[in-house]
């Protein structure tokens, strides 16, 4: 990446500077080190290898602390590690906790494609909200991700969801319903 900086986490831009700094700690490849997800190397690694794994654990929270505005830097003031102060971001801003676990599922129920809007944007909404009932620890299943995504379609969709209505369960997901959808919203727009 040209740009290794992002806006400065605030307190209300968490959900943007999220995104960015994803991107960011993806482009140095240290995400997995901040999602806990690469353990350090064992034992019988070189002392080259450990030095590696260190530099790469301090580019993970230095990345993130050079990333938070000053006011909200003591939060993670007294951490120097990468996935820990991530944790400790995470869940200032998103707690988990009950009131917000639902209020996340009612607007994934709830969330319905504006008008004139793309089903590629209105995808995009619904697996945002998905992405932050994850953070809190919610799984949606899979057959309602992929019922949500076809619930509120405007009319000129109808034909297409009786369809998919039909297929079977091992069909019926998200990608597969939103790749026929897709192609159904090209096939109308041709045909107007």
């Known amino acids: 990446m040209n740009n290794e900086k992002v806006a400065p986490l605030t307190l209300d831009s968490y ?16 995400y997995d080190i901040v999602l806990g997800k690469e353990n350090p190397p064992g034992e ?9 794994f260190k530099k790469r654990c301090n580019k993970a929270f230095s990345s993130i602390y050079l990333n938070v505005s000053k006011d909200l830097r003591p939060l993670i ?38 008008i004139n809007e793309k089903i590629g944007l209105y995808a995009a909404r619904l697996r945002k909200i998905l992405a932050d009932l994850l953070d809190c620890g919610e799984k949606v299943p899979l057959k309602y991700r992929a019922f949500q995504l076809i ?7 109808g034909a297409i969801v009786q369809a998919i209505y039909r297929w079977p ?13 897709i192609a159904e919203e090209a096939r109308l727009e041709q045909c107007s």
């Not at 019988?44 to 590696?52: G, I, V, Y």
């Not at 996935?83 to 009131?99: D, L």
Request: charged share 35%.
């Open 77 to 114: 003031a007294d951490i120097t590690e990468g996935k820990k102060a991530w944790e400790v971001i995470q869940k200032y801003f998103y707690p988990e906790s009950r009131a917000r676990t639902i209020s996340l599922l009612d607007q994934f129920f709830s969330c319905s494609i504006e």
């Open 15 to 30: 959900p943007s500077w999220k995104q960015d700094m994803i991107a960011i700690l993806l482009d140095r490849n240290v």
């Open 151 to 157: 619930r509120f379609l405007p009319d000129c969709f």
């Open 169 to 181: 369960d091992d069909q019926f997901t998200f990608d597969q319903v939103l790749n026929e959808l």
């Open 44 to 52: 019988d690694a070189t002392e080259k290898e450990k030095m590696r």
